[in-house]
Each structure stands twice: as structure tokens, then as C-alpha cells.
Nanobody, 131 residues
């Protein structure tokens, strides 16, 4: 069983930055593909970014991004802290949504992006970008 708790959301102006964090419970965090998804009011939940599992504390992990956030958002993980991050820069009003952390024991960053192999979801954190 893995529990995910997001933090770091809030209100920010257009062009600003936020960093979301997702703290995971459990001792096998490094074995999970981790991801961020978001859901805006009246819309379906959509993929934002995923990062592959890693085999050591400092090894590089493959990342995968939605086209709408490429070059602006960066996903990273710290296995020593059981935490995955989403650094969001150059925020736009269309980035306003509830952001959810996800964990998948199997699959790849690309397959997890489709949402099919997610095992655990967090409760979400609100991000609001004001113009």
C-alpha cells in the first residue's frame, strides 16, 4: 500500500512559478513510476508529466511530458525522501487545475501517461493562475 500526499499548490500570477511536492509512504518508492496529472473545472483529468522508476538514489530517470507543458514544467524525484516534485515555470491561466500525484508499480512513463496502469492517486492540490 502506498499513500501519496501532495503539497505546494496555491495562487500565482501569470508568468510565475510554483513547485509541487508529493510525499509517498512505503519503502519501495524507487520501484514506482511516478506522475502528475491535472483536472480543470468541467474537464477530464489529463496527463502532465511522468518519471521512470530508478535503481539507485542518484541515477537518471527517464521523463515524459505533455506537449502543453514541455519546456515549462520539470518533474524530478528524490528517492531518499520518497518525494516527487513538479517545478512549474511560466505559468498560464490554462494551467489552473487540481494537480494529482500518481504512482504505478508497472509500466513505463509513456504507458502511465495514459493513466491505465496507475495504482495509487493522491488527493490533489489546487493550482490557480490569475491574470
Amino acid at each position: 500500500q502506498v499513500q501519496l500526499e501532495e503539497s505546494g499548490g496555491g495562487l500565482v500570477q501569470v508568468g510565475g512559478s510554483l513547485r509541487l511536492s508529493c510525499q509517498a509512504s512505503g519503502r519501495t518508492f524507487s520501484n514506482y513510476v511516478m506522475g502528475w496529472f491535472r483536472q480543470a473545472p468541467g474537464k477530464e483529468r489529463e496527463f502532465v508529466a511522468t518519471i521512470d522508476r530508478s535503481t539507485s538514489l542518484t541515477s537518471y530517470s527517464l521523463t515524459y511530458y505533455a506537449d502543453s507543458v514541455k519546456g515549462r514544467f520539470t518533474i524530478s524525484r528524490d528517492n531518499a525522501k520518497n518525494t516527487v516534485y513538479l517545478q512549474m515555470n511560466s505559468l498560464k491561466p490554462e494551467d489552473t487545475a487540481v494537480y494529482y500525484c500518481a504512482a504505478a508499480r508497472w509500466g513505463t512513463p509513456a504507458t502511465v501517461a495514459a493513466g491505465a496502469s496507475v495504482n495509487y492517486w493522491g488527493q490533489g492540490t489546487q493550482v490557480t493562475v490569475s491574470s
